[in-house]
């Protein structure tokens, strides 16, 4: 069966801060997906990656394939990147299975 | 251009009534899916759809639930004899094609069965 899990579920962080969210997942995987829902708004892919590592600005997301394992990083974290982390992975069908999500609060 | 785009918006219906949650897709996309957010439960895979093939109905909760995509490209959620516990905001999205393709969702429609 694919699980992913994500920790932390709730993590509380002051502007400038480096920031981590993890991602486990328990089985091989074609692509793993990082996305980023406002509150009360819409669902924003951030990342597709299957290797290594990929750069969006603040943004910058790692894999492991062999330890099953993804991170998310912020750089210099803002209030507005207070959002819910949503971690999903495509296994060997196409759909996608969530992570229960990171809930990120950045404050002044 | 244009990204997704869902209708209604909101839907408020009564238990027992049918409902249809309408999908557009990015022009060009051949793969569709559905998913479901109810609150306290996170997100759930429902269908997919992928060019001609026949959709991957395992996400469906039961069968009352059922999902057409009409000349690849627009898809309908159907929803029968509605209950309580089908409150929840139901998402599409499309991308380019299977797989390794990045997914782009729609805002959603939230059902509230009353």
């Known amino acids: 069966k694919n699980e992913v899990e994500q920790s932390p579920q709730n993590l509380t962080a002051q502007e400038g801060e480096f920031i981590t969210i993890n991602c486990s997942y328990s089985v091989g995987i074609s692509a793993l997906h990082w996305l980023q829902q406002h509150p009360g708004g819409g669902i924003v892919s951030l990342f597709m990656?299957?290797?290594g590592k990929k750069k969006h600005g603040r943004l910058i997301a790692t894999i492991n394939i062999q330890e099953k394992h993804s991170s998310l990083h912020i750089t210099a974290s803002h209030p507005r990147d207070s959002a819910v982390y949503i971690c999903?992975?495509?296994?060997?069908?196409?759909?996608?299975?969530f992570g229960t999500g990171t809930r990120l609060q950045v404050t002044l | 251009g244009a990204g997704v785009s869902q209708s209604p918006s909101n839907k408020v219906t009564e238990k027992g009534k049918d409902v249809e949650l309408r999908c557009d897709p990015i022009s060009g996309h051949t793969a569709l899916y559905w998913y479901r957010q109810s609150l306290g439960q996170g997100l759930e895979f429902l269908i997919y759809?992928?060019?001609?093939?026949?959709?991957?109905k395992s996400g469906l909760p039961s069968d009352r639930f059922s999902a057409e995509r009409t000349g690849g490209s627009v898809s309908t959620l159907t929803i029968q004899r509605t209950q309580q516990e089908d409150s929840a905001v139901y998402l599409c999205a499309s991308s380019l094609t299977s797989d390794r393709y990045e997914q782009y969702f729609g805002p959603g429609t939230r059902l509230t069965v009353t």
């Open positions: 759809f992928q060019g001609n093939s026949a959709p991957d």
């Open positions: 990656l299957s290797s």
């Open positions: 999903a992975n495509t296994g060997t069908a196409s759909k996608l299975t």
